[in-house]
């Protein structure tokens, strides 16, 4: 936020810079608090009718600063209760978020990136590829427009970084909006409420495991080795298995927390009893839990979802062997919001503009 810039997002400003601009410009730092508090508490974008700020501090913050909010162009609600929202940004581009209820915990699924550079074999976002990265106040603008609009904004919810997008690919903006929606005057969020959900970028992850604000952590695996993860997910080639794995070993986990390993279930590629014994292995002493998602078909996706019968003794073969698992429901598929059903058509790159992204 250099002085004399005009029209900087606030929304996508942290605390403590917002209190250096007040101080730079001859203000009490302690403004920022109550800007925060009109911005995140009660859903006021508008420096003018934040009333208990000055006359001349409106007028300097109107100077300065615009609040950009993303603008609501369509909402689905599904039979189970989830609903899908698209949304604009100030660009024209749109994504979509998701509200999940009662998971047990209210959940917002957010996005990270406008489409995806990682391309995953099974994800319809994949096919989008990359039209660019969010700045960290319309990563954190989606959890305003949805609380805003779910009458929530005074209410406990998690958040899942499992929408559009790669996290770990905007490592910077993601970060920096975890720790706005931390911000003890904003939502006041605690980390634990947090998921990030990574196909695993390795550097990133080593990053990660230094962050003062560290959210939980779910890794993409798909696949027990690297032959049939390679398939699945094109970065494998670049962190393997074997690598992936070794660093979840050495993540450094709260106490009480797990690392979660998400696997797909494609019908006859990574469903077979000896991949679950695999993945068993695999995982065998981090302190973790497996995390199944049987397919969410799509046009366009080359795979099946299993039979109830396969996810079970998938399932089984892994408790048998100690593995904690869950099977995730899938929410809202009948309004394509489960995951790896979003997508905004229209926004597609080019296969050579994509490969240029992901060098
Ligand atoms: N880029 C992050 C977030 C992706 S979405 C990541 O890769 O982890 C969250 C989860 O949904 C990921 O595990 C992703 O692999 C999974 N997913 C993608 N497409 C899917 C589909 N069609 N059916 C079920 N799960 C899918």
Redesign the pocket.
């Given at each position: 936020m250099e002085k004399g810039e005009r029209h900087t997002d606030l929304a996508g400003v942290e605390r403590h810079a917002l209190e250096a601009a007040l101080e730079d410009r001859g203000h009490e730092r302690f403004r920022a608090r109550q800007i925060f508090q009109w911005i995140y508490r009660r859903g006021v974008t508008d420096v003018a009718a934040m009333t208990d700020l000055s006359r001349e501090l409106r007028a300097s913050l109107a100077e300065t600063f615009t609040v950009e909010t993303p603008t609501i162009l369509h909402r689905d609600t599904s039979v189970d209760g989830t609903e899908k929202f698209l949304l604009r940004l100030s660009d024209g581009r749109t994504i979509e978020s998701v509200f999940i209820p009662d998971t047990p915990a209210m959940t917002f699924c957010i996005s990270t990136q406008v489409g995806?550079a990682?391309a995953?074999a099974?994800?319809?976002?994949g096919k989008m590829g990359l039209i660019r990265n969010l700045s960290a106040g319309e990563i954190v603008g989606q959890v305003r427009v949805l609380a805003g609009a779910l009458s929530m904004l005074d209410k406990k919810f998690n958040i899942v970084?499992?929408?559009m997008?790669?996290?770990l690919h905007n490592y910077d903006e993601t970060m920096k909006a975890l720790r706005i929606l931390n911000d003890e005057y904003g939502f006041d969020m605690s980390p634990r409420r947090m998921t990030l959900?990574?196909?695993g970028i390795l550097p990133a992850l080593e990053r990660l495991a230094n962050e003062p604000i560290m959210p939980n952590v779910?890794?993409?695996l798909?696949a027990p080795t690297d032959i049939q993860r390679g398939e699945l997910v094109p970065l494998n080639r670049k962190y393997g298995v074997a690598d992936v794995i070794e660093a979840c070993r050495r993540f450094p986990l709260k106490r009480r927390s797990r690392i979660t390993f998400?696997y797909?279930l494609l019908a006859g590629v990574n469903d077979r009893p000896e991949d679950a014994r695999g993945l068993a292995r695999l995982v065998a002493g981090i302190k973790s839990k497996v995390n199944l998602?049987?397919?969410?078909?799509?046009p366009g996706?080359p795979f099946d979802r299993p039979s109830d019968e396969a996810i079970n003794r998938f399932a089984e073969i892994l408790a048998e062997r100690g593995v904690l698992v869950s099977v995730r429901k899938?929410r809202g598929r009948d309004i394509r919001a489960?995951?790896?059903?979003l997508i905004v058509e229209g926004q597609r790159k080019s296969a050579a503009q994509q490969l240029a992204i992901m060098m």
């Open positions: 995806c990682m995953c099974f994800c319809l976002t970084l499992m929408g997008g790669e996290p959900s990574t196909v779910a890794i993409s798909h998400e797909v998602i049987p397919l969410n078909p799509a996706i899938s489960a995951c790896g059903q």
